[in-house]
Structures are given as C-alpha cells and as structure tokens.
C-alpha cells in the first residue's frame, strides 16, 4: 500500500511531504529528521492491531483498580486492628467491585473492530454495569469510614482518614469519567479514543518524553501529522489530538506484525535491560517513569517470545543469510530466552559476537520464527551500522527481497553503500523502481518531490561523497 505523508513543524521538519511505499527510504544526512519520521510511523501503526476498545476502557478502568487496591490494603489494616477477619474476607465490597472492573475489561475484549453492532452492545452492557457498580461503591466508602470512627479519635486516626478520604475522592472521580465516557458513546467514538491513546502513550516511550512540547520544531507554529483518508493528529504544547476515518482504520489493519529496529548494540543489552523493565514494571515505570530505553525494544523483544506457526515467508532469504557466503550462523534463542549465536556446533553469548552479525541475524531470526512475513510492516533505523560495505549490500539486497516478497519496509539511511545498491538495481530492473518510495533528507518545504526516481538518487548521492571527493581527491 502506497501513501503520502505529510509533516508539519515535527522535530527538524518543518513541512515535509514524503511518499510511504513498498521499500521506503528516508536518505540523507544526520539530524535531518529521518528518525523522527520513522518513529511516528511506527508509534501510529503499532496500534492497528491491538484491541482498541479494550485499551481505552483499560485507561479508564486502571485508575479505579489502583485506588481500590489501595482502599483494600487501609481496609485489612483496619480489620487487623480490630481483630475482625470479617473485613479482610474475599467477599468485601471492595473485592466485589474489583471483580466487577475485571468481568468489564473481560467483556470487551472479544467483539472485533470490524464488528460495530457488537461493540455497541458490549458498550451498553457496561454503562448498565457502571450504573449498578455504584451502590456497592457507597457501601464500601460507608464501611471504611464507620471502621474509622471505631478506631477512635488520635493521631493515626486523622492520618488514615485524610488517607482514605484522598483515595475515595479519586474513586468517585475515576467513576464519573468512566460513567462520562460511556454515556452515549458510540463503537467508532470508543475505537478512536482508544487509538488516540494508545498513539499517545506510543509517542511518549518511542521518543522517551512526556513533553510534547520537545517534539515540535517551533512553538508559534502547528505541529502536525497528516495521511490522506486516514488520520491527522495535532501536537500542542502539552498534548495532541487525533481525527481519524473509521473506514480507513480498517483499511491499515492488514498489517500482521508492526516492527521496529534500531541499534544493535541495545540486543548485547537485552539481558540487564529486561531486568531493568522488570523491575521497575509494578512501581513508578507502570505509570508512566521513562527510563532512557525506547518502547519499541521492548515490543520487539515481547514478539520474540511466541513463535508462529506454518512455513516461513522467506525461506530462500533465511537461508541466504545465514550461509557461509554471509553469517556463516544464525542467531536462535535459548530455553533461558538468551539470545546467541550458533556457529556450527558451537554457540556464543551475543556479548562474544560481532556487532554487525546482530544487524542481518535479527532479521534472519525474525523469519525462521515466522514474525516477520509478507505482511509484515518493518521500521529499520540505520541498518548500516556495524556493517561493512559487502554486508551493506547484502542487506540492501536483504531490504529488496523482503519488499518484493509484499512486506513493507521503511529506513532510515545515510549510507553510500546501499543507496548505490539500491540504483544499481533499478536500473537493471527498471519494473522495479516503483517499489522504492525515495525520500530525499532535508526534504524540499512545502512541496512534494516529484523528481524521478534517478534523479533524486544521483543528488543524494552526489550530497552523501562530497565530504569523501573534499577529503581523498581534491586533498590530493
């Protein structure tokens, strides 16, 4: 599926129209806007397959599931004190409406996107579920303050109390945003609220901010992202809005894994990075500490853990890589969730390893697993790194292969090498210079770039030598 892309006053690009095609590369110098784009891409269209409903509700829904748990543990303190089990029973009111919160996110799981009427019943079925939940919520806020009140007057008293009313007060707002947000909404209204926070939380682990301020070049202008028949969103200073066509919604939904790749170097990390992410999961980086990683390493990291089923959908491209003539290896992952690299009979820690293998042995694994296939759609940030020039083109051709095979690839380059690569190619192919969406960095503000295919590239390149020609042929 080919698409234009229009980007106003994002990062260094201050109104940028681009074509997304089958292979799409973003070429040109660093600090140019490349990384930014790609990361946009890939923060709006890892959100095509998750359960869009689910998610906004799951917004909703959490904050009332923390402040309850957080009443659960005043109220056992309580009981404790009194030496009556009786309140720390499972049956408590406040367990009752936790149950409850959980058989709603449950009952919104199941309905499809492309199913409107099923979703609209589900959504009917929770704001009755809501409106019920009420008095069993009164009930709750009426025991813990009558347990208070036994307790008797003294310092830890007013403390709890001041506690626990904190906590109810947040409770009763999280249930009227729940209860507004359900009052006549409409299938397409929940969808697209959920996609616009799901992009929103996206945004923020893929760029590592919660500033989107720091994402737009400058504050007296607008900052926004446009597809044609599909979505604009709009980032301000401190948010950002999303208008979205519900047809076209299902339309980008054809992609079966959404993947992005960056350096290398972060997989020799994995281990002490998944700890970290661990770690800090059930404290403040469940709601919302950034630590320095970025959010699409973890997603790949999460893909890497299932394993498809059926053939794979480049067999001969896997068996090219991981040849003699190439890596002479593959990467697998062991029942510990190592990933290593197997050569032979003999098998090394990727810390051992060359760092230009991870960049073709990733890849490589991702297909012999089955998650990446031909409907696929893969964001590649610099796969030059670590490579030298006869890998560059192995992977140039590598990104050729996986396009014509029907997966959508986009990069990220500056490379000489696989921009050279890729010419070469259309031009003893020229049925396939189609395929390669050429995006030339900085782009031209204000217009698209309608210049053929061999232009563009004869200009990039040409800007991409001038430093070597400056260096080893005039210097001479």
């Not at 070429?27 to 359960?51: D, E, H, Q, R």
């Not at 008095?135 to 307790?151: N, P």
């Not at 800090?280 to 959010?295: N, S």
């Not at 960095?441 to 430093?467: N, S, W, Y």
């Amino acid at each position: 599926m080919d698409f234009n892309l229009h980007i106003k006053n994002i990062g260094p690009l201050t109104d940028a129209n681009l074509r997304i095609g089958q292979l799409t590369v973003l070429a040109g110098p660093n600090s140019t806007g490349k990384s930014f784009v790609s990361k946009i891409l890939y923060s709006l269209f890892n959100t095509m397959n998750a359960n869009l409903p689910q998610e906004y509700l799951l917004h909703l829904t959490q904050p009332i599931r923390r402040n309850l748990r957080s009443l659960g543990f005043a109220e056992r303190d309580l009981a404790a004190h009194e030496f009556r089990k009786s309140e720390n029973a499972a049956d408590s009111t406040l367990n009752v409406l936790d149950e409850k919160i959980l058989e709603m996110e449950s009952l919104i799981a199941q309905p499809a996107l492309d199913d409107p009427a099923e979703i609209e019943d589900a959504l009917t079925t929770l704001k009755t579920m809501t409106e019920n939940m009420q008095s069993d919520f009164s009930e709750a806020c009426s025991s813990l303050r009558t347990m208070l009140e036994r307790r008797g007057k003294s310092d830890r008293y007013f403390r709890d109390r001041s506690y626990v009313e904190r906590r109810i007060a947040s409770l009763e707002k999280s249930f009227s945003e729940l209860q507004k947000n359900l009052d006549h909404a409409t299938a397409s209204q929940f969808i697209t609220n959920g996609l616009e926070h799901v992009v929103r939380e996206n945004l923020i682990r893929n760029f590592q901010t919660s500033d989107f301020a720091k994402l737009r070049g400058n504050e007296n202008h607008e900052s926004t992202v446009s597809i044609a028949d599909f979505c604009k969103f709009e980032i301000s200073s401190e948010d950002f809005e999303l208008n979205v066509r519900y047809d076209g919604l299902l339309k980008f939904q054809q992609y079966s894994t959404v993947l992005y790749l960056e350096s290398p170097v972060q997989w020799k990390l994995k281990e002490p990075l998944e700890r970290l992410r661990l770690s800090e999961r059930d404290q403040r980086l469940r709601r919302g500490r950034l630590t320095g990683v970025p959010g699409y390493f973890y997603d790949l990291v999460s893909e890497l853990r299932g394993e498809y089923t059926g053939e794979m959908d480049f067999p001969q491209l896997h068996e090219k890589l991981t040849g003699k003539n190439v890596l002479g290896g593959s990467l697998a992952i062991s029942e510990a969730s190592e990933i290593l690299f197997r050569e032979n009979d003999r098998s090394f820690q990727l810390t051992l390893t060359a760092t230009g293998v991870i960049n073709l042995g990733i890849l490589a694994l991702l297909i012999e697993r089955k998650i990446l296939d031909k409907n696929s759609f893969v964001f590649i940030d610099e796969p030059e790194a670590h490579l030298h020039p006869a890998w560059q083109v192995v992977m140039a051709d590598t990104l050729l292969e996986l396009a014509k095979g029907g997966a959508h690839v986009v990069i990220a380059t500056h490379s000489i090498d696989i921009l050279k690569r890729l010419e070469v190619h259309a031009k003893k192919n020229p049925e396939d210079k189609g395929l390669i969406a050429l995006n030339q960095f900085p782009p031209r503000d204000g217009e698209g770039d309608v210049r053929e295919f061999d232009e563009k590239v004869a200009d990039i390149l040409q800007e991409l030598t001038d430093p070597f020609a400056e260096t080893f042929v005039k210097g001479i």
